[in-house]
Nanobody, 126 residues
Framework: QVQLMESGGGSVQSGGSLRLSCATSGTTYTTYSMAWFRQAPGKEREGVAVIHSGGLTTYADSVKGRFAISQDNAKNTMFLQMNNLRPEDTAMYYC????????????????????WGQGTQVNISS
């Protein structure tokens, strides 16, 4: 059983930075995809970035060049470094993971993930 727990959300001004963490506990798998999603009030859930076992990463166009996804396998933790934040980045951010599969082509489909965290709120003021 895998469990995910996000941390690092908060409130910053436009142009600021935040670093989100997603700590993994439980069974460790060598094949997976781990992603960050976000959902703002009244909007659909959006895939932000994904990292696959092996290190390949993909980003949504809206965050390319501003956000960076990474992982520390020794600490079983995934990160999302968010720079040059904008008010439109305001949302609840969730991490999600697959177990034993990689989602190279369907990483944006939230229903494909096996495990979700509880979310961490990010608020960006102008």
């Amino acid at each position: 059983q895998v469990q995910l727990m996000e941390s690092g959300g908060g409130s910053v001004q436009s142009g600021g930075s935040l670093r989100l963490s997603c700590a993994t506990s439980g069974t460790t798998y060598t094949t997976y995809s781990m992603a960050w999603f976000r959902q703002a009030p009244g909007k659909e859930r959006e895939g932000v970035a994904v990292i696959h076992s092996g290190g390949l990463t993909t980003y949504a166009d809206s965050v390319k060049g501003r956000f960076a996804i990474s992982q520390d396998n020794a600490k079983n933790t995934m990160f999302l470094q968010m720079n040059n934040l904008r008010p439109e980045d305001t949302a609840m951010y969730y991490c999600a993971a697959t177990v034993g599969r990689r989602l190279y082509y369907s990483w944006r489909m939230g229903d494909e993930y096996d495990v979700w965290g509880q979310g961490t709120q990010v608020n960006i003021s102008s």
